[in-house]
C-alpha cells in the first residue's frame, strides 16, 4: 500500500489524506506536516502544474483566491494566539508541483526570526518530531480551521 505522504493530492482525492483541511475550487488545502508555527497550512493545485503561469488567468485568480480564503481561516482561529500577520509563499524549489505555504506570524516569535522569511528558521523545525502534527495536540484547532476554510469555500465567510 502506498504511504498517503508519497501522493499527497492523490491520497486527497481518495479520502486517504489526513492532513486533507478541504477541497478548494484550485486544489486542496492540507494542514502542515509541522506546527512550530501553529495554524500553517499548504495549498496544492488540483490538477497538478508546475508553475503559477501554467494556469490561465481564471486559474491564476482562484489558486491565489484560495490562498486567501487559507489565510483568513487561519487569521479567524488563532486570533487570540498574539497572531499578527499571515505570510503566503510560493517557491516550488523542492516540490515541483504548483503549491503555496501559509504561514501564521506570531508576536511570541523570537524578533530575530520573526522580521525574517520562516525559511530561515533552523532545519529541525520541519523534521523534529516535538515539532510534527499530533492530532492529541493540534486537532481542535485543525477542525476548526477546516471549517473556517470550508464556509469560505461555500461563500459563507466568517
Not at 497538478?48 to 482562484?62: V, Y
Amino acid at each position: 500500500m502506498t504511504d498517503w505522504r508519497d501522493d499527497r493530492v492523490g491520497s486527497a482525492k481518495r479520502g486517504e489524506n489526513p492532513m486533507t483541511l478541504a477541497r478548494m475550487a484550485s486544489g486542496f488545502a492540507f494542514i502542515g506536516d509541522t506546527q512550530f508555527l501553529p495554524g500553517y497550512c499548504v495549498l496544492t493545485a488540483e490538477p497538478e502544474h508546475d508553475h503559477l503561469t501554467d494556469l490561465d488567468q481564471t486559474g491564476r485568480a482562484r489558486f491565489l483566491l484560495d490562498m486567501a480564503l487559507i489565510g483568513e481561516a487561519i487569521m479567524e482561529v488563532y486570533a487570540g494566539d498574539g497572531l499578527l500577520r499571515v505570510n503566503y509563499e510560493i517557491q516550488g524549489n523542492t516540490l515541483p508541483i504548483l503549491h503555496a505555504h501559509i504561514w501564521p506570524r506570531y508576536a511570541w516569535e523570537p524578533e530575530e526570526r520573526r522580521r525574517l522569511p520562516v525559511g530561515c528558521y533552523p532545519l529541525d523545525r520541519w523534521s523534529d518530531p516535538v515539532w510534527a502534527y499530533d492530532d492529541e495536540k493540534h486537532g481542535e484547532r485543525r477542525r476548526a480551521l477546516a471549517a473556517a476554510i470550508q464556509r469560505r469555500v461555500r461563500g459563507g465567510g466568517s
